[in-house]
């Protein structure tokens, strides 16, 4: 650009060169965001067929999913009558006996046209106990006679038990906080503000708690034995540090599943832990170590270690062992040295580590689902529970919306603070 | 270096606490992943050792029964079907991230990342409900659609390391040098950065040949694969059988992941000196 800057002297021909250059200036940059422009949509090309891809199949199946958990029409599409009905309700009391009647000739509808068990269902989610009142009731309305549908409703006591109404119609809002609200042990109370439920039907905070405490035990005992491991690796020459990596990745290498599988061999009442126990006189008798809490974080510890550990590594290896000598000669003490010039330099990993570890924790499943008792049950293990056993399609997006949240939440947390490029093992 | 040349007492006898307790983390790391080895060579129906005598009697099991059979032959479809998607399509866009013209690569970095982020339940059980209603449940496709997503993102991270070290003049030569953008990929291109991509297609293989818990969701009976045949043997009975299949991957997927990084780390080594 600089060749057409004009000279300074001759104003004229200055003015007549500028505006040319302009022009020119202005064709050529054109041309350049054109071309470039082109080049662009020509990377995005050669991104997009996996892009699309996974777009396909992973993005498209996470936001339904998610979207399940906000957006249930079971209720609605099956009560039209009483949606209407309940209309100008104003949630205080009872409605109106049109509603009664309405109700009746939904729940009758459904019955002939085969829906009235998934009705069922979907009612006993929000009102527990509503299964078989609907199926009482559709009988006694089938087979009652001539006993107008109204006088049937009125004569089962669950139709007018308070808590009743307000379910249904809320019920008949396909949009809903219902089940993100159950997923975190909440509901609408009757005048419009947020309650614990009961306690007997409160246990997805316990679960909640559970995961997180499992994955701050795992991490910690992770810390505990990597760092000083990662420390040995990044101190002793570079053929030994080689065959300790190795150690590590061993492991590392191994699937989650082989490894679990491993652990459930080691942790039979006949097994190698067991044996090592007693033979050291830490434990008296054999103990119950599968399906229980103790074993389930040892499994995890294991799998998780080298995620630990490997970051802290990386970090380590770059720190100059002559800071440390500096730091002695300059009259630190061994612990004053490694506390002031050491670990504010690797806490960026340990920090990463860490992260990582409790992330990936989170999401445990396999090896809850094989070494954990019925009380180590983490929330993934819930999650796949209410899809393969409950059928409550609901319950279980909600229960990943808020999974997901905490994850990516603590994702975003790393990322910021951390980079991306943390992520790379080794 | 760890000892100082003069140590003291007390840095003797930290060094020698530090390797003690270095000493038990390795064996806490590397003898349950060896112990499944020794018990799959027990002639006997327990895990106790001693061991009863020598035998491959649980490897005649897990090659010779008609289940595992099917076992293998499953998974081999699954990570062969997901290793050539992963790979072309990883490939592809690991050239255009590379590319400094590529927009918005802040945003799609993440993106292409999350399968390994999002927990796995999520993703197995939102592939379930999706590929249910299109017809993709209990089909091979499927399977190897929900691989994809969770192996293409290590193609793109090991593909994207050997292009850093890769010589964007080099095409620019082979073009001016009047070969066609085809010609120059296979040509000049492909061949430079070919460790970096079989190694991506080894992690991609060892990826969807270890998974279990989407297989779980989205497979017929009869598409069982290895992890889960092993997943629904730990669940009902305790047999040997299974730690012959779990002796047999371990030493499939180590194989291959030695193989992939020593290829990762020539492909760096090789384009870092063209450089």
Redo the contacts between chains.
């Keep these: 650009m600089s060749a057409l800057q004009p000279s300074e002297l001759d104003r004229p021909a200055l003015a007549r060169g500028r505006s040319a250059a302009d022009t020119d200036q202005k064709s050529v940059s054109a041309a350049l965001r054109r071309a470039e422009f082109g080049d662009r949509l020509r990377t995005l090309a050669l991104a997009a067929p996996l892009l699309l891809l996974l777009a396909l199949s992973f993005g498209i199946p996470i936001v339904l999913l998610l979207s399940r958990a906000v957006y249930d029409p079971t209720i609605a599409n099956a009560l039209p009558r009483t949606s209407q009905a309940l209309g100008d309700w104003n949630g205080q009391g009872q409605p109106d006996d049109a509603a009664f009647t309405a109700l009746a000739a939904d729940l009758r509808d459904n019955q002939a046209k085969g829906t009235g068990y998934e009705l069922a269902k979907a009612l006993n989610a929000r009102l527990p106990g509503a299964r078989s009142q609907v199926l009482k009731t559709v009988r006694q309305l089938e087979g009652g006679g001539d006993k107008p549908p109204l006088e049937v409703m009125k004569s089962v006591p669950f139709w007018s038990a308070p808590g009743t109404w307000p379910a249904i119609a809320n019920g008949t809002h396909s949009i809903t906080s219902f089940y993100l609200l159950s997923a975190l042990d909440l509901r609408w109370n009757a005048d419009g503000s947020l309650e614990r439920v009961p306690p007997e039907q409160a246990i997805f905070l316990q679960v909640f708690l559970r995961t997180f405490f499992v994955a701050a035990a795992v991490t910690l005992a992770t810390l505990l034995l990597g760092f000083p491991l990662a420390y040995l690796i990044s101190s002793v020459p570079k053929g030994l540090a080689a065959i300790l990596i190795v150690a590590v990745l061993l492991p590392f290498w191994t699937s989650i599943l082989v490894r679990t599988a491993a652990w459930t061999v080691l942790l039979q009442k006949f097994g190698l832990v067991n044996d090592l126990l007693l033979w050291l006189g830490f434990a008296s008798e054999r103990l119950d170590l599968m399906y229980s809490r103790i074993g389930l974080i040892i499994a995890m510890t294991h799998i998780q270690l080298p995620f630990t550990l490997l970051p802290i590594y990386s970090v380590m290896r770059t720190i100059a062992p002559s800071q440390m000598k500096a730091a002695y000669s300059l009259g630190a003490m061994p612990f004053t040295a490694f506390r002031r010039v050491y670990l504010p330099q690797v806490f960026p990993g340990v920090m990463a580590g860490c992260l990582l570890t409790f992330i990936l924790c989170l999401g445990y499943y396999i090896t809850p689902a094989l070494i954990g008792g019925a009380s180590d049950q983490l929330i993934s293990n819930f999650i796949a529970n209410y899809v393969n056993v409950e059928l409550n399609w609901e319950m279980a997006a909600a229960l990943s919306f808020i999974l997901l949240v905490f994850t990516l939440a603590l994702f975003g947390i790393f990322a910021r603070i951390l980079g991306l490029d943390r992520l790379k093992m080794v | ?2 000892l ?1 040349p003069y140590p003291t007492l ?2 003797r006898i ?1 060094i020698t606490l ?2 003690l ?2 000493g038990l ?2 064996l ?6 060896l ?2 080895v020794p ?1 799959s060579f027990n002639s006997g129906a327990f ?3 001693p061991l009863e005598g020598l035998s491959t009697r649980w490897y005649e099991v897990v090659l010779g029964t008609q289940r595992w059979q099917s076992a293998i032959g499953n998974s081999l479809i699954v990570a062969f079907g997901t290793t050539m ?1 992963a790979t072309t ?2 490939t ?2 690991a ?3 590379s ?1 400094e ?3 918005g690569r802040r945003i ?8 390994l ?15 249910a209603r299109v017809g993709l449940a209990s089909t091979y496709a499927g399977i190897i ?2 691989h ?2 969770l192996a ?1 993102p290590f193609v ?2 090991t593909v994207g390391a050997s292009l850093t070290g890769f010589d964007r003049n080099l095409m620019r030569a082979a073009a001016i040098s009047g070969a066609r953008p085809l010609t120059a990929f296979l040509r000049v291109m492909l061949p430079l950065i070919l460790p970096g991509v079989l190694s991506g297609a080894a992690f991609a293989f ?1 990826t969807s040949f ?1 998974e ?2 989407v297989v779980q ?1 989205l497979a017929s009976a009869g598409q069982r694969t290895m ?1 889960l045949e ?2 629904i043997g ?2 009902e009975k ?1 047999s040997p059988a ?2 012959a299949a ?1 002796t047999l ?2 030493a499939l ?2 194989v291959l ?2 193989v992939a990084n020593l290829l990762a780390r020539r492909g760096q080594g090789r384009s870092a000196k063209g450089n």
């Design positions: 270096m760890l100082s007390g840095e930290r530090l390797w307790w270095c983390v390795i806490f790391l590397l003898v349950p992943i112990i499944p018990l895990f106790i050792f998607i399509l990883g592809l866009t050239i255009a991230l590319d013209k590529f927009p799609v970095m993440p993106l292409l990342l999350s399968p982020i999002v927990p796995v339940v999520i993703t197995a059980v939102g592939s379930y409900l999706f590929y659609l929900a994809t997503a293409s793109v991270v060892v270890d279990v818990v969701f992890p092993m997943f730990l669940r305790l299974i730690t779990a991957m371990m997927s180590i992941l030695i």
